[in-house]
């Protein structure tokens, strides 16, 4: 598996995000700052509301960008047989015979990546499975609960 390829997917991703932040911070600043927005009234609070949207879109966009960063920084590591997981790694978990393939990131979880013809989701140590799975090796067998759901989960690899 090329792991650098994976991690350069997960770049374009924050890319894409990041162009859909901006794109939308400069509508929410148009919207802030016409005319139109102006109050009528001490009532009429239209601008205020753009004006934080406008400020948590800019506050997301600074979160994406600082991911961004720390993915373009990371460097792929390979995990010797019997390595505990680790941020940078990739496990495939089974349950009934089905495999889920999930890459261990810094930050920016829960986004679907494609590679090498399997999706990979990114989680995170902060994460319910991913703080599950740190120091845990290939072969060992888990009980994830999520809510009152209960999966009993196998890692049967770990690179």
């Given at each position: 598996m090329k792991k650098a390829v994976l991690i350069q997917k997960i770049i374009a991703s924050l890319d894409a995000e990041l162009a859909l932040?901006?794109?939308?911070?400069?509508?929410?600043?148009?919207?802030?700052?016409?005319e139109q927005s102006k109050a009528e009234n001490k009532y009429d609070t239209r601008g205020l509301e753009a004006s934080y949207l406008a400020h948590g879109q800019s506050r997301q966009a600074a979160e994406t960008l600082r991911a961004r960063e720390e993915y373009a920084a990371m460097e792929p590591k390979d995990f010797r047989p019997g390595a505990g997981i680790d941020v940078g790694a990739v496990v495939e978990l089974e349950e009934g015979g089905e495999a889920e393939f999930y890459f261990i990131g810094p930050r920016a979880g829960g986004?679907?990546?494609?590679?090498?013809?399997?999706?990979?989701?990114?989680?995170?140590?902060q994460s319910p499975l991913g703080s599950q799975l740190l120091g845990r090796k290939a072969g060992e067998q888990l009980t994830l609960e999520i809510?009152?759901?209960?999966?009993?989960?196998?890692?049967?690899?770990?690179?």
């Open positions: 932040y901006a794109q939308s911070a400069r509508a929410a600043h148009e919207e802030a700052t016409h986004r679907e990546i494609v590679h090498e013809k399997k999706t990979f989701l990114v989680i995170t140590p809510g009152r759901a209960r999966r009993a989960l196998r890692i049967a690899s770990v690179l």
